[in-house]
């Protein structure tokens, strides 16, 4: 095989990803105005849908916009030489491997956020504002994107850093110490995450004493679930969408709940919430998907480790001094039809998943206040209750409020 063959191959599986997802998204705004099922026509009433599929049809233009822009904006820069052109930049400052990767993926990660920018202004400024999801200000919107480039400046390209130190310690073998390297980085983040890297953006503050606390201590007892650390996430100053989340293991497991879920929710509606999530706990789901992610990664690094010394990959960009930086982003190209795959078998499972934790939730609590809670979670959210079933396969990791609601029903 050639370099241009390969060059090739990657055009077409750009093209190619983009062309399904458009038809995937095309199907599914087809059901935008569809009539809400029985069991979901209390979530809008008339006013309220108009407003949701407004607001579908409004997100589906604007990405296609978006998602347009950035393939022409790929194809651009793989036809006129761009990963040469920066490659050459980064060059000039030193002869260094690991400074000029990371010089390399300075200026191409920056560039793109950059570009990004605009888009993701109006995302949160014009669309979001319109429809009365956002709380951000400008200046927050701003700092965010500072302390995001900060961060992956220092995790990022601490960890590239690392990898391609290793590659030149051991070769082909580096993805071994890659993948340990990962895996520890991994655990230590589901650890230590909600500790660390969520108060940099987020004020979080215990739950404080009161009937909500007593209520889920009480649950938490009847399932001999330990849950002492309950914190609330300041949401509200970015958005008036709602969550809650599990992090952590042992003694540094903890919950997570957004202060708009509190304003949203009646308290037995938080409680079974939190059941629910205690059932991805207790099922072991959370455990599954971290240690599925880090075999992946295994399998991702390994076939890297493959390919990475083949001058094909970076002649395949253009590229004529071949580097472990311009492999790095040759692989990655071509690895998107397999990541495509795994990603759906991920969804699968997860599809799978919240099924379980729904079934815990109803067995050890009661259905009829998560069937409520996620009802008005999906209208405050102006979420899309009739979605193309093929739409759901590829891309859902929950199944349908309407699946789920019939599984709790039954």
Request: aromatic share 14%; no cysteine; hydrophobic share 45%.
């Amino acid at each position: 095989m050639t370099s241009t063959i390969l060059f090739y191959i990657i055009i077409a599986i750009i093209i190619i990803n983009f062309v399904v997802d458009k038809v995937l998204d095309a199907l599914n705004a087809r059901h935008f105005n569809d009539a809400l099922p029985e069991d979901l026509q209390d979530v809008y009433d008339n006013t309220e849908y108009k407003k949701s599929q407004h607001y579908k049809t409004t997100n589906y233009k604007f990405g296609l916009i978006t998602s347009t822009f950035s393939m022409l904006l790929t194809l651009g820069f793989l036809l006129f030489d761009g990963f040469e052109v920066v490659d050459d930049i980064a060059r000039t400052f030193s002869d260094n491997p690991i400074i000029i990767a990371l010089i390399f993926f300075g200026i191409i990660m920056i560039g793109s956020d950059m570009i990004s920018t605009p888009f993701s202004y109006y995302s949160t400024f014009v669309i979001e504002e319109k429809f009365g999801f956002n709380k951000t200000t400008r200046t927050l919107f701003f700092i965010d994107k500072i302390k995001g480039w900060l961060m992956m400046a220092i995790l990022g390209g601490g960890i590239l850093a690392l990898i391609i130190w290793f590659y030149q310690i051991t070769g082909p073998g580096f993805w071994l110490y890659a993948w340990a390297l990962v895996a520890v980085f991994s655990l230590f983040m589901n650890m230590f995450y909600s500790k660390l890297i969520v108060p940099l953006f987020n004020k979080q503050t215990p739950l404080e004493a009161g009937s909500l606390r007593d209520s889920i201590a009480a649950y938490a007892k009847t399932v001999g679930f330990k849950l002492d650390k309950i914190f609330v996430i300041d949401g509200s100053k970015r958005s008036t969408k709602a969550n809650a989340y599990f992090s952590g293991f042992g003694r540094e497991k903890r919950v997570t709940l957004y202060d708009t879920l509190i304003n949203d929710l009646e308290e037995d509606e938080i409680v079974a919430v939190l059941a629910h999530e205690v059932g991805h706990y207790k099922k072991k789901h959370i455990i599954f998907n971290l240690f599925a992610s880090i075999l992946l990664t295994g399998l991702t690094l390994f076939m890297l480790s493959l390919f990475i010394s083949n001058p094909l990959l970076s002649n395949a960009l253009g590229v004529t001094t071949p580097s472990f930086h311009i492999g790095l982003v040759a692989f990655g190209l071509l690895y998107a039809p397999i990541s495509e795959v795994t990603g759906l078998i991920m969804n699968i499972f997860s599809r799978k998943f919240e099924y379980q934790a729904d079934d815990y939730a109803k067995n050890t609590f009661k259905p009829e206040p998560l069937i409520t809670s996620l009802k008005k979670l999906s209208k405050n959210s102006l979420s899309n209750l009739t979605p193309h079933p093929a739409y759901v396969f590829m891309h859902y990791s929950h199944p349908t409020l309407l699946e789920r609601i019939r599984n709790l029903k039954a």
